[in-house]
């Protein structure tokens, strides 16, 4: 069992910036990849990022890459999401979520169902 919990969403305007946090807890949250996935209301969740357990592999969805930046913090199993420029179409709820992974370089799917654990998720409004 895996416990996730984000924080640092709030209220931005268009153009600036904010950072997530994903604190893991429990037995062995070194066995579990990461990824952070978004739901604006009326939509989908969708694949924001993901990062293999070395924290050396990341993956983006392509319309993010080079606003959002995925990073690991190993020794705090922590993941952070550094988000720049940020749009108001990136308002959304925003997940992390934990990928159990053998080996610690894969970088986990973009879909949900490759995802064992979720956190409750963290509200990011971007005013225009």
């Known amino acids: 069992q895996v416990q996730l919990v984000e924080s640092g969403g709030g209220l931005v305007q268009a153009g600036g910036s904010l950072r997530l946090s994903c604190a893991a807890s429990g037995p062995t949250p070194s066995n579990y990849a990461m990824g952070w996935f978004r739901q604006a209301p009326g939509k989908e969740r969708e694949f924001v990022a993901a990062i293999s357990r070395s924290g050396g592999r990341t993956n983006y969805a392509d319309s993010l890459k080079g606003r959002f930046i995925m990073s690991t913090d190993n020794a705090k199993n922590t993941v952070l999401l550094q988000m720049n420029s940020l749009k108001p179409e990136d308002t959304a709820v925003y997940y992390c979520?934990?990928?159990?992974?053998?080996?610690?370089?894969?970088?986990?799917?973009?879909?949900?169902?490759?995802?064992?654990?979720w956190g409750q998720g963290t509200q990011v409004t971007v005013s225009s």
């Open positions: 979520a934990a990928a159990f992974q053998v080996s610690a370089s894969v970088v986990p799917g973009t879909n949900l169902d490759a995802y064992d654990y």
